[in-house]
């Protein structure tokens, strides 16, 4: 038998007694605030509660309800460009003119087709592209602007003066998305697109800024657009001997289809109601799943908009699709009329304006700086600009470097504005004047136009050209006044003593915005040594 010392025993009791309490749910502690969810939370979708964080089923529907209108306000705000292009193409298809056919404004354009933006100084060559077939050769002619344009309105490559041709005329070779088969070597500028369709256009010059006809009969003969056969034109026979590539038959390409279009009523701009959803799901239908990045097709399928598969959504979602898309035009079309971001301002004082220049064409990083020494970059901000993507895409047909770039005497530049020097919307049955300095810094020449504010397109009056400028087609040219300034004026009707040229008219009960064009602009708009006056009520 074996004794436990009392010693030994008081102890063991004074252990026990000393040992904490088992852990219970009444002695937790407390949840820490800042990651607590009230059990009733003001919001501004509604009222939210939970049980002890779990949400009620009213709560549930409101915040799936808002999600769902989340996604579908995205859908529009971020991919708006590429129903764009689409509807571009439906425009074109709509006066007869199918994708990988040309049409020429061989008369300039007018304000009875509806183009975002659009201008008439310049003579329009567009055209859609398909190259669900294989790649496909544009052959532009000399002394054009032109660019390429992806399905999901992405520069794909410039041609003409700002591209590898310089002007001077060139082949170009457009190559799909997985295309597996020969390129050639040396005979065009090849460039890679990430969509089966696009579009592609240029402006072209009048002849000594007064004369469309030379430019045109050079537009008709040089103008190609056909499909690359491999191995042929620009692929050497060593490489076939080498068993590096075919060897295709070098035969004359088919005919290009030419298209007029000048005088021609076409409908190109996205639309704003349900139809919106269903061209965006035709854009999607027709390109690869991986043609747009991944975050930006996450809210396109989140309202059900995905590959292969169709689109059917039921009375709720119809209801949360329509109201988004109203809220989405009105947050698009505010950004684009009345911008807060002074960035977006071109003069720190004023109200012309340009996002480009502070956002590039890829809406990220400020176009580069252009010194004695050279190219300056910015550097890379790292995020994108999301506010000045939608403004932009919202009133503007193509993007490209060109647009914006701070090279003399290359491209051509933008400025337009939506308020007077009071800050106030401009009255087509008003009457305003804008002074040019003396000098104006283009080297080809300058123009206004003015734009419909519902449509953004060219404003429709019995001028048929809303646009004054330095060139004498198709209205007279701009007179400068005694001191070498330039006053143009807009209003309903022509102010007495003021020429032709110098008057561009408006419409009453009608909103309009002026947008000022140099092309091939000079130094002293980059030093903004030059500066236009403020929009002025004329009383």
Request: glycine share 8%.
């Amino acid at each position: 038998m074996h004794y436990v010392s009392r010693s030994l025993i008081s102890f063991a009791v004074i252990t026990l007694l000393a040992a904490p309490p088992p852990a219970d749910a009444q002695s937790a502690d407390p949840v820490p605030p800042s990651i607590s969810t009230p059990d009733r939370v003001e919001t501004r979708i509604g009222t939210m509660e939970f049980n002890d964080g779990q949400p009620s089923k009213e709560t549930l529907d409101k915040v799936y309800d808002n999600l769902d209108y989340q996604h579908a306000f995205r859908a529009f705000t971020d991919t708006l460009q590429g129903v764009s292009i689409y509807a571009v193409r439906k425009g074109l298809e709509s006066v007869g003119v199918k994708d990988n056919e040309v049409i020429v404004f061989s008369e300039l354009m007018d304000a009875k087709s509806l183009f975002l933006t659009a201008n008439a100084d310049t003579i329009y060559i567009i055209g859609g592209l398909d190259l669900t077939k294989g790649p496909m050769v544009l052959e532009v002619p000399p002394e054009v602007l032109g660019t390429v344009q992806d399905a999901w309105f992405r520069w794909v490559i410039d041609m003409g003066l700002p591209g590898p041709d310089r002007g001077e005329g060139g082949k170009y070779l457009i190559v799909p998305p997985g295309y597996e088969g020969d390129l050639p070597e040396g005979e065009f500028n090849v460039a890679h697109s990430k969509t089966n369709y696009g579009v592609w256009f240029a402006r072209a010059f009048l002849a000594e800024n007064k004369d469309p006809k030379p430019t045109v009969d050079r537009i008709l003969e040089f103008t190609k657009v056909y499909p690359y056969t491999p191995g042929s034109v620009g692929t050497p026979i060593a490489e076939f001997l080498a068993g590096k590539s075919t060897l295709g038959r070098i035969t004359p390409p088919p005919p290009t289809v030419f298209h007029e279009g000048s005088g021609k009523v076409m409908n190109t701009i996205p639309p704003n109601d349900w139809t919106y959803y269903e061209m965006l799901n035709e854009v999607v239908q027709s390109e690869p799943a991986t043609s747009l990045d991944p975050e930006l097709m996450g809210p396109i399928a989140a309202i059900g908009i995905v590959k292969g598969k169709p689109f059917a959504p039921d009375a709720r979602m119809k209801k949360i699709l329509t109201e988004a898309l109203e809220t989405a035009n009105a947050t698009s079309r505010s950004l684009f009329m009345n911008p807060r971001d002074r960035s977006w301002y071109y003069y720190p004082d004023a109200n012309w304006q340009n996002m480009l220049f502070a956002t590039g064409h890829e809406f990220e990083t400020p176009i580069p700086m252009i010194t004695p020494e050279g190219v300056k970059p910015f550097p890379t901000t790292g995020y994108r600009q999301l506010d000045a993507r939608e403004a932009f895409f919202y009133g503007v047909t193509g993007i490209t470097p060109a647009m914006a770039m701070r090279l003399p005497g290359i491209g051509s530049t933008y400025l337009w504005t939506m308020l007077d020097s009071e800050g106030n919307y401009l009255d087509g049955a008003k009457t305003y004047k804008v002074t040019l300095p003396k000098d104006i810094p283009a080297e080809k020449f300058w123009s206004f136009t003015l734009y419909d504010t519902m449509t953004r397109s060219m404003l429709d009056t019995p001028q048929r050209y809303p646009r004054a400028g330095s060139q004498s087609y198709p209205s007279p040219a701009a007179a400068p006044n005694p001191d070498g300034t330039t006053t143009v004026y807009f209003g309903p009707q022509q102010p007495k003593g003021v020429k032709r040229g110098n008057w561009i008219q408006t419409v009453p009960d009608k909103g309009f915005f002026p947008c000022l064009r140099l092309y091939s602009p000079l130094e002293p708009f980059f030093s903004k040594t030059w500066k236009p006056s403020e929009v002025q009520l004329v009383n």
